[in-house]
């Protein structure tokens, strides 16, 4: 049902429409992957769809390599994914950032603390003497 809270009808955006509004300008994109950053929730997505896309191809494989008697076959279906999920999980592409995490700021310490700490800490040289 496309009926908004009013009970209106919505209109959905066009697949060209959402496809425009999720696209990046090439300079965005390589700035992103140049910069490297994934976010935790990205990370685990990345972790799992290259263990289950190699599990999945190591099993379809096998099955492929037992009819065919073949064990070769198995390896190529193994390497072939291995292959794919890299290039799909290790650059750092926008669907991985999609949560990112937003860091507080340092707190900025007094003076007179860090201080009452170097003395406390007993700061500097003690100078040992000799009997």
Do not use: H
Not at 18 to 47: C, P, T, Y
Not at 85 to 111: D, F
Request: net charge positive.
């Amino acid at each position: 049902d496309t009926r908004g809270r009013r009970g209106r009808r919505c209109q959905r955006p066009s697949v060209a429409q959402r496809g425009a509004a999720a696209m990046v300008g090439v300079g965005e994109l390589w700035d992103m992957l140049r910069a490297g950053s994934i976010d935790f929730i990205g990370q685990k997505n990345a972790f799992d769809f290259q263990y289950y896309v190699i599990w999945i191809a190591g099993i379809i494989g096998f099955i492929y390599g037992l009819i065919m008697q073949r064990f070769l076959y198995t390896f190529y279906f193994i390497f072939a994914s291995t292959l794919f999920s890299t290039v799909i999980t290790l650059p750092a592409w926008p669907c991985w950032n999609r949560n990112p995490v937003e860091w507080l700021e340092p707190k900025e310490e007094a003076k007179d603390e860090k201080e009452e700490v170097k003395k406390s800490q007993g700061g500097g040289k003690k100078s040992k003497k000799k009997d």
